[in-house]
């Protein structure tokens, strides 16, 4: 029972730290997947599998290495020198995706609640440098919480979207754009992507764990967990007209299909944000402190107020430049972990 307890920990980091702003608001789901029709559900499957194997490799490995930042499982994959190369790109890549996440409670707080969307990122900061004040059980506390909420209200609105009149034929209908090529090399861009995001938040926490039948389970939990979510999310943003119009598409979703959940859907999608800037932040500070000695708090500070610049400007533009450039980047780090 507690080998299960910590896999079902591992599991809720690893999706909360994988479903940011990009997947939580559907708008990295259109990017990668949705907008390829009835093929970006294939490539959906295909990518929910290397999740699985990749994410338990990697953090097996990290057990296996002692490795207590990304910096150490960057130089097992690349070698010393190319491993050091490997980190910084990594580390600005976490700086630009935090920052995009920021970006994406801001215009959530703006396009839904009506507020300004600084005042949304602010709070958000706030929040964070609240929650990290307690470290590793602050970050697993959170996840905790939101991760099964967030499974629940999937398979609820993917329910809903299943009882609609047209719902197989728009599964089924052809993408409205893509070439072959952008269809097939999503699957591989978009999991090689995110686990080299998540690799600041899973090497340490495999190197906290350490037992490796706990690893399994999780990350076997965790990818499994996160197909399933992105399944739900596909069939149910296939259902809505004009997705690709909404900065929030998913929130449009629930206020075209569940109404009455309208509210509670928009502040869950916050908690599903929240999820990944706090673990994205943890990485970073993990990181930092191999270089600086200076406390927590200031190393946080700085991370935030990096990413708080980066996060003035437009979310739509941010995510719809950097996820697919991340993406292609994030590859080397795919190839070399699969020989490894």
């Known amino acids: 029972m507690k080998a ?16 940011g702003a990009g997947f939580a ?6 990017q990668f997947f949705s907008r390829f029709g009835s093929y970006g559900l294939l490539a959906i ?13 990697m953090m097996l490995k990290a057990a296996e290495l002692e490795a ?34 920021l ?22 900061i706030a929040a964070g440098l609240l929650i990290m004040g307690r470290g590793l059980t602050g970050l697993l506390a959170v996840n905790v919480f939101v991760v099964p909420m967030m499974v629940i209200f999937h398979l609820y609105t993917a ?22 090529w952008e269809v097939w090399s999503a699957p591989f861009s978009y999991t090689a992507f995110n686990l080299t995001l998540a690799q600041a938040v899973l090497v340490p926490l495999a190197f906290e764990i350490k037992e490796k039948d706990i690893i399994r389970k999780g990350a076997f939990l965790g990818g499994a967990g996160l197909t399933f979510l992105l399944v739900a999310s596909h069939i149910s943003l296939v259902q809505l007209d004009g997705a690709a119009d909404y900065n929030i598409p998913m929130a449009q979703v629930v206020e075209q299909f569940s ?24 990485g970073l500070k993990q990181q930092m402190q191999t270089y600086l000695s200076w406390p927590p708090v200031l190393l946080f500070l700085l991370i935030f107020a990096a990413c708080f610049l980066l996060s003035q400007v437009s979310y739509g533009t941010l995510l719809g430049w950097l996820y697919p450039l991340f993406g292609l980047i994030s590859l080397l780090f795919f190839i070399f972990l699969w020989r490894k």
């Open 259 to 282: 109404a009455p959940l309208y509210v509670l859907y928009v502040f869950l999608i916050y908690g599903e944000i929240f999820t990944s800037i706090i673990g994205n932040a943890y």
């Open 25 to 30: 608001t559907g708008k990295e789901i259109l």
């Open 103 to 124: 970006s994406g409670a801001g215009a959530l707080f703006n396009e839904r609640l009506g507020l300004p969307a600084n005042a949304g990122i602010l709070i958000t």
């Open 4 to 19: 299960w307890i910590g896999a079902c920990q591992i599991a809720a980091v690893y999706i909360g730290t994988i479903i």
């Open 159 to 180: 329910g809903v979207a299943i009882g609609s009149d047209d719902f197989f034929m728009n599964v089924m209908k052809a993408g409205e754009s893509g070439e072959a």
């Open 68 to 101: 207590k930042s990304f910096e150490e499982f960057n130089a097992f994959l690349f070698g010393r020198r190319f491993g050091t190369a490997a980190t910084v790109v990594q580390f600005f890549m976490l700086i630009g995706v935090t920052g995009v996440m």
């Open 45 to 57: 499957i295909v990518s929910g599998c290397l999740f699985i194997l990749l994410g338990m490799k």
